[in-house]
């Protein structure tokens, strides 16, 4: 991923560099000073690495920076603020805890890394003694002296820190830290704040804590650590109007949620894509925005927006994410459905909407990229909605089920054999017509989209994906970097009835078909799957589906 970014975003090629240059400083400390611990040496080759990029590019570089401006589009998303560390930690080292603490440190080396060590001292010291001490530790191996870091430490700092070394080298201990509240009070013109943070877990960990007043001021404090809590009282001119813990996020800190008041809020592109049937001549398009807190994967507000063969939908809705992947959600929707030849108009309608979801496992946003990035597939969703009109004096409603079951099981090197198993039910009277479809390129390829409609459904799908090539690591005019290139063969076959009971086999309508899906990298960072489909029916009740169904459109069908 590294690699496909800088290829494709040369603007981002020093980061690259700074990783060779820091692997550079480290092979020569590491010859330099053949005794030294390993943690000093990864310490310094960091300070070389950043004076080296400074000396080339001017100001420190900051690849958070860089990416913000792109935090709309989902997979970045996840590289910033992502509750998943394993994922965020491919761009951003952090430090974590282990999950077990061996005696035996060949096998799990609990101590952060190097650089993460000299953060926490600057945090504890200040960036001014820890750059004098790194000075005086250069100076002596100049001489020819073969000192210790930590006694050079001790002798410029004079302090003791033992502890310091012995909790993150050998401990490496678990730290929660948040912001439990803030108190504001006005006293004789100025502006008294009581700022309370709280600490969980054992250990000592020096925190930055940054307060901004609301005149553009900002106030830095450190808190060593000890204890369970801390309180800071300011009274400045302005009043404080943020509160930031660990802002440069050289804690060992995982939970971030609870590190600024107020919440910062996110805006995602989480739904987007454009589909042309060649059947039907019909544009599809659909664009969803998500609102969520930066770190918070529990709420979310979702607007969403598309255009098909079935209609024209605009949605609303707020989402509260519950323990062990439940959902639940409240939102209004406005619906204007298309209606097949011999049926009776509908006229569009405003409707409440609520429902309840169960998805396992949960996965993060972008789910084609996810899976390859981390082999977990969602396999089980299932959901129940309600749906209560309330414009144009009709008050219809309709109770909608939907179970949706996938797998996939991957064999010898990108191949794999995903299936599908999809069954709806309803019951009520909005959209009487509308609710279940057969027909288009995500149900049923091989006939033309609401060729089969009903209150019912059921849905079956195969398909075998295998690579027709692995990597083609090709630049596309500075605009994207295509990768694997992939065919596939498939198989649908379904039934949407009026009738509840859907396994009534003697009634299912079959396809089959063969695709090929380019993977590709937008901008190096953007990954999306084109897919270009073509389904015949098997022995189709129409004759004028007796024919090829072509489909260009984004992501893979399931």
């Known amino acids: 991923m590294n690699t496909r970014l800088f290829k494709v975003f040369p603007s981002l090629k020093r980061f690259h560099e700074a990783s060779i240059a820091q692997g550079v400083f480290l092979l020569l400390w590491r010859e330099t000073l053949p005794n030294e611990e390993e943690w000093v040496t990864e310490g310094l080759a960091r300070f070389d690495a950043e004076r080296f ?92 002296e073969r000192p210790s870091f930590r006694e050079t430490l001790f002798q410029v700092s004079g302090r003791d820190l033992d502890w310091f070394f012995e909790q993150w080298l050998m401990a490496n201990p678990s730290l929660d830290f948040g912001i439990e509240r803030i108190d504001y009070r006005k006293i004789d013109g100025a502006y008294q704040t009581s700022i309370v943070v709280k600490k969980e877990g054992e250990g000592v960990e020096p925190l930055e804590i940054l307060a901004y007043e609301k005149n553009g001021s900002q106030i830095p404090l450190v808190w060593n650590g000890k204890g369970e809590r801390h309180e800071e009282v300011l009274v400045t001119p302005s009043p404080i109007d943020v509160v930031e813990i660990d802002p440069r996020r050289n804690s060992s800190d995982p939970n971030r949620l609870d590190n600024r008041s107020p919440h910062l809020w996110k805006v995602l592109l989480n739904r987007y894509g454009v589909s042309y049937d060649f059947q039907t001549h019909v544009i599809s398009y659909k664009a969803g925005f998500l609102f969520q807190p930066i770190y918070d994967n529990r709420n979310r507000i979702r607007v969403d927006f598309n255009h098909s063969d079935e209609g024209n939908a605009a ?236 489909y260009l459109t984004a992501g893979q069908p399931f």
Request: hydrophobic share 35%; no cysteine; proline share 5%.
């Open 315 to 550: 949605h609303i809705d707020y989402t509260k994410i519950l323990l062990n992947n439940h959902s639940i959600s409240v939102g209004g929707t406005h619906e204007k459905p298309e209606t097949t030849e011999n049926t009776f108009p509908e006229e569009a309608a405003g409707y409440l909407h609520l429902g309840y979801s169960l998805n396992y496992p949960d996965i993060p946003l972008f789910a084609e990229y996810i899976q390859k990035l981390t082999g977990k597939y969602p396999t089980f969703n299932i959901s129940l909605n309600y749906n209560q009109r309330f414009t144009g004096g009709e008050y219809s409603n309709s109770f909608l089920l939907g179970l949706d079951l996938r797998r996939f099981y991957s064999f010898s090197n990108q191949h794999e054999i995903g299936g599908r198993l999809f069954i709806g039910q309803s019951v009520g009277t909005l959209f009487q017509n509308s609710r279940f479809f057969l027909g288009g390129d995500n149900g049923m390829r091989g006939y033309t989209p609401l060729a089969f409609e009903g209150e019912n459904m059921s849905l079956f799908s195969i398909e075998y994906r295998f690579p027709l090539f692995r990597e083609t690591d090709l630049n596309l005019f500075g605009l994207a970097h295509t990768h694997t290139w992939q065919g596939a063969l498939f198989a649908d076959t379904g039934n949407v009835t009026n009738a509840h009971n859907v396994f009534q086999f003697v009634n299912y309508e079959s396809d089959f078909g063969a695709g090929f899906r380019f993977f590709l990298d937008f901008f190096g960072f953007y990954p999306a799957v084109v897919r270009f489909d073509v389904a015949a029916p098997m022995a189709s009740p129409f004759d004028a589906e007796q024919k090829p169904h072509y």
């Open 53 to 144: 990029m400074r000396q080339k590019y001017g100001n420190r570089s900051n690849l958070e920076q860089w990416l913000k401006p792109f935090s709309f589009i989902p997979v970045i998303d996840e590289i910033l603020y992502s509750k998943d560390l394993p994922l965020r930690q491919i761009y951003f080292k952090e430090t974590v805890a282990p999950i077990l603490n061996e005696d035996v440190q060949v096998f799990n080396h609990p101590r952060p890394e190097g650089g993460a060590i000299f953060s926490k001292l600057r945090s504890l010291l200040g960036e001014a003694l820890l750059q004098r001490a790194v000075s005086a530790y250069r100076r002596q191996i100049r001489t020819g």
